[in-house]
Each structure stands twice: as C-alpha cells, then as structure tokens.
Nanobody, 124 residues
C-alpha cells in the first residue's frame, strides 16, 4: 500500500524559502517517478515538479522554473521540493505523488498515489 507523508509546509513571507519533504513507503520507491502537485482554493490540482526514477530527468511548471528544485534520495525513500523566491501565488496545498510507472508524473492521470497534502502560505 502506497504511503506518502509530506512535511515542511507553513507560512512564509514573499521572497522567502521553504523545503518540502515526502517520505514514501509501501512500494519500491526507486522504481517509480515522483512529483509534487499543488491545489489552490477553487482551482485544479496541477503539477509543480516531477522527477524520474533515477533522478536524472526533471520537469518543472513554467511558473516555478528557476525558483523550485526537486530531488530524490532512493536510499532514504524521500523526495524533496526546495522552494525559493516564493510568491503569494505559490500559496496552495502541496501534494506528493507517486507515478504509475518509472516515468515522471507530469499530470494527475499519471499519478497513482497521493499524500495528504501540506499547506504553503506566502503572505506578508
């Protein structure tokens, strides 16, 4: 059974940084792509960043390119999202997702498991 537990959300001022972590269990983590999605009130859940099983390939939404970095540690079964230069429009619930395959989960339909989400609020 896929279990994904996010941590690291919170309140931060514009321009600040946060680091989200996701601890995975219940599946062979190193065989699956992983991703981070976010959902703001009244909006659809969209991909923020994704990473292949090996960590060699990454994908970023245009809105976060150059500000966010996704990484993974297959020895520790964790995936991390480093978020810098945060903006108010980054405010959302952030979800960790496991892909249905070794490829990157760049859409909701490519994701087979979800965490419970962690709130990120960017406000002064």
């Amino acid at each position: 059974q896929v279990q994904l537990v996010e941590s690291g959300g919170g309140l931060v001022q514009p321009g600040g940084s946060l680091r989200l972590s996701c601890a995975a269990s219940g599946f062979t983590f190193s065989s699956y792509g992983m991703g981070w999605f976010r959902q703001a009130p009244g909006k659809e859940r969209d991909v923020v960043a994704a990473i292949s099983w090996s960590g060699i390939s990454t994908y970023y939404a245009d809105s976060v390119k150059g500000r966010f970095t996704i990484s993974r540690d297959n020895a520790k079964n964790t995936v991390t999202l480093q978020m810098n230069s945060l903006k108010p429009e980054d405010t959302a619930v952030y979800y960790c997702a496991a892909a249905k395959s070794a490829l990157m989960p760049t859409t909701v339909n490519l994701s087979g498991g979800w965490g419970q989400g962690t709130q990120v609020t960017v406000s002064s």
